[in-house]
């Protein structure tokens, strides 16, 4: 089925330690943990399940894109 660009369904791919140690630094920066190690646990016990919750109920995108 060929879809229009705005209709497209868009996934941006990033490998699981790159998006812990976004999460951690956006953590930081924010002001919701005030130590990396608090920053990184948080991503992995609340972010990050959410965001594989997000993953298995993903509906097949017509675009992928991997980001490093």
């Keep these: 089925m060929e879809r229009d660009h ?3 369904r868009w996934f941006v791919d990033v490998p699981p ?3 812990r140690d976004r999460l951690a630094a956006r953590h ?3 002001g919701i943990e005030t130590s ?3 920053a990184v ?3 992995e016990t609340n972010d ?3 965001g ?3 993953r298995s109920l993903l509906i ?3 675009v992928t894109i991997h980001n490093p």
């Design 41 to 43: 646990q948080r991503a």
């Design 52 to 54: 594989e919750m997000i």
């Design 48 to 50: 990050i399940p959410n």
């Design 60 to 62: 097949e995108p017509d």
């Design 6 to 8: 705005e209709a497209l």
């Design 17 to 19: 330690e790159t998006v």
């Design 36 to 38: 990396y190690e608090a």
């Design 28 to 30: 930081l920066a924010a």
